[in-house]
C-alpha cells in the first residue's frame, strides 16, 4: 500500500470523477490525511459472504473503470462480477482473460513503485510524486497518546522481525548490542514493534538488553504504529513493511537489505540508508540462509551505532 503511493497520488491529481478504494480494514490508515480518493468501501470478510454482500451492493454503482492492483485472481473476479467492463491490471496468476487492458510486464528487475507507476503510464496520466508520502492527523496523534502515556522520547524504534523469513532478519544479539549502544552512547529510549507471528524473536532481543528500564516491546494496529514511527529520532529496520513507512513519513531510517535485491524496493528516499556487505551469495533472495548468513551478521551493531550517532547530531 505505501509503494502504490505515487500511482494513487498521479490518478487522484488527474482524475475528475470519483475514486473509490477497496481495501483492508486495518491498514487504511495508511492512507488518511492524503486525500488521495473519495470513499473507502472496507474489506472486513475475505471470504465468499464478502463476494456476495459487496459485490450485490456495490453492482448498483456505475462503475467506469477498475485497476486490480494486486496481483491475485480474486482481485480481479471481484471487478468482473461487480460487471466493470473496464478492468486494468497486470496479467500474472491466470487472470488474463479477466481483463480488459493488461499492463506490459518489464523485461528486467523493477522497484515496487515504478511497477505502479507504470500503470498511470498506460493510461496516460502524468505521473506527480517519485516516492512514498505518509501523513499522520491530528486524531491519530490524540488516540496515540491516551493510549501510549509509556512512549517517551527521544527514542528510537527497532523492527526485528520480517514477514518473509528469517534470511531477512538481522540476529537477535546485534539488535540487543545496538539498542544498549543507543541508550548509553545517546539517551535514546528504545521501542520494538513486532507484527504478526514476530513476538519471539522480539523477546529473544529483549532478553539480551541490558537496560531493560530505557526498552520496551510494544503491540500497535497499523494506526498506532505510524504515529509511532513519526515520532522516532531514527528507525533501524530489517528490509520489511515499517521501514517504508518511516521512511514516507521523512524519518531517518537505517534498512539491511541481507539477502535481498535492493531493486525491488529502491526509489529515491533521503530519509533512507540501506546497509549491506558485499558477500559472494549476494542476492540470493531466499527466504532462508542455508550458508553462515554472512550479508547480516557481518553488518555490526558498533558500526550501525556510528550512523545512528551521524542521524542525531544532525537533528541536535
Known sequence: MVMAVPFLH??????RDELWVIGKESAIHLYNGLNLFDRFVPVGNTGLSFFIDAGSQLRKIDFARAIAMPHS?????????????EIIGYARNRRGFILSRKIEESSGLESTVEHYLKI?????IPRSIK?????VTPDEESKFDQEFTKVTRPFAVMIVGAQYGPSKCWPAGHFSELADRMIEQFDLNVYMLPGRDEKAIADKVYAGIKHKDRSDIMSMNIRDMKVCLSRAAVVVSNDTGPRHISAALSVPTIVFAGPMDEEYTAYSSPSTRVMSKDVPCRPCNSKRCEKGHECMTEIKPQEVAGIVGDIIGKNI
Open 10 to 15: 498521479a490518478l487522484r491529481k488527474s482524475l
Open 120 to 124: 498511470s503510464d498506460a493510461l496516460g
Open 131 to 135: 516516492a512514498p508520502v505518509l501523513a
Open 73 to 85: 485472481f480474486r482481485s480481479a473476479l471481484f471487478f468482473c462480477n461487480l460487471r466493470i467492463r
